[in-house]
């Protein structure tokens, strides 16, 4: 819990990840190898993961690459503008809960992502997409609003 308390491990675990995620997003935004692994057009009856289907073939998930540098600039901006000393014992307290709640339920997640996959291998691709964006746009809100608020 004594990392927690320097904003600027703060500032690289959150950097490190959201260009992770938004070099995947970003890149593969369109890429012809990718798309070829997407499900073919109108494969299940829901206009749901047809509709997300169509979003990731188009391209547009570049945008939510985007979303996440974004959101990324402004927790650090925050965070260097707010916090130039080390968080108190309440503010880890709070972090280190949010940090658990989304740890555990990334990892609850996971069976059930295995169980929808094994049910129907097609949209296989989308689903983990969703899940990512889902889980850390999750994470980068919740983190934009700890550090607009303490």
């Known amino acids: 819990m004594s990392l927690l308390k320097q904003p600027i491990i703060n500032i690289i ?3 490190f990840m959201s260009v992770i ?14 798309v070829s692994i997407l499900s073919h057009r109108e ?5 749901f993961w047809n ?5 990731l073939r188009t391209g547009n998930m570049r945008f939510i690459g985007y979303l996440i540098i974004g959101l ?7 965070i260097l503008i707010k916090k130039r000393k080390k968080y108190d ?15 555990t339920l990334s990892i609850l997640m ?10 129907d291998s097609n949209y296989a691709v989308e689903t983990i997409f969703l899940f990512a964006s889902v889980q850390w ?3 980068l809100v919740s983190y934009l609003i700890y550090v607009i608020k303490f």
């Open 72 to 78: 990324t600039i402004a927790i650090i901006v925050f």
């Open 13 to 15: 675990f959150i950097g």
């Open 110 to 119: 996971i069976p059930f992502m295995m169980i929808l996959l094994l049910s």
């Open 21 to 34: 995620y938004s070099f995947i997003f970003i890149f593969t935004a369109g890429h012809m190898e990718f």
């Open 51 to 55: 509709g997300w289907s169509d979003f």
């Open 43 to 47: 494969t299940l009856n829901s206009s």
């Open 89 to 103: 014992e309440y503010q880890v307290s709070i972090l280190s809960k949010s940090l658990l709640v989304a740890g």
């Open 137 to 139: 746009i999750s994470v």
